[in-house]
T-cell receptor, first 113, second 111 residues
């Protein structure tokens, strides 16, 4: 079945460590997105990519990095520079065109110990 | 920045009642979308209404859009316990590509 796969579902990290969250889609979508969600709050945009080898900062990009070397993959690295990384991270993709619905993965919950 | 502001933040109703959630936004939009999120899960797209549309229906869902007031409402009719979830409005600005979400309304439907 087509969809978006995020891994791992749960991740624990010590302070000062970088961690990479995986996002893979087999929907043949051009655009991919990373959002952060804190408890009881909405989603905030971290990074987005419209095409391979291109990405833009969202509203809260500081302390995060991404790459888009393949159409199917858009990994997010949470670096040690991110001061408050404990959150629920959601990856999404959008089909052809610049507008339309987003398809979400099931999320990755990162906890910093 | 969060474009949309949902109201109320939380809503508790009995099964069979209707649930209405409102969303306000700040800038010009291409479209407005509503999503649902069950606890600890990803979001699921419910309905999209374009800026030149005023009302749209999908099953038990009815969405309205008033671009002059920069507001939208989502009505869920004949609610069920399974409708218990958080509901988010999201807007695409006229520049495209970025979809910005509000803080959401938490709906609890009591059986």
């Amino acid at each position: 079945d087509g969809g978006i796969t995020q891994s791992p579902k749960y991740l624990f990290r010590k302070e000062g460590q970088n961690v990479t969250l995986s996002c893979e889609q087999n929907l043949n979508h051009d655009a991919m997105y990373w959002y952060r969600q804190d408890p009881g709050q909405g989603l905030r945009l971290i990074y987005y990519s419209q095409i391979v080898n291109d990405f833009q900062k969202g509203d809260i990009a500081e302390g995060y990095s991404v790459s888009r070397e393949k159409k199917e993959s858009f990994p997010l690295t949470v670096t040690s520079a991110q001061k408050n990384p404990t959150a629920f991270y959601l990856c999404a993709s959008r089909g052809q065109g610049v507008t339309g619905e987003l398809f979400f993965g099931e999320g990755s919950r990162l906890t910093v110990l | 920045s969060q474009q949309g502001e949902e109201d109320p933040q939380a809503l508790s109703i009995q099964e069979g009642e209707n649930a209405t959630m409102n969303c306000s936004y700040k800038t010009s939009i291409n479209n407005l979308q509503w999503y649902r999120q069950n606890s600890g899960r990803g979001l699921v797209h419910l309905i999209l209404i374009r800026s030149n549309e005023r009302e749209k229906h999908s099953g038990r869902l009815r969405v309205t859009l008033d671009t002059s007031k920069k507001s939208s409402s989502l009505l869920i009719t004949a609610s069920r316990a399974a409708d218990t979830a958080s509901y988010f409005c999201a807007t695409e600005s006229t520049g495209g590509f970025k979809t910005i979400f509000g803080a959401g309304t938490r709906l609890f439907v009591k059986a």
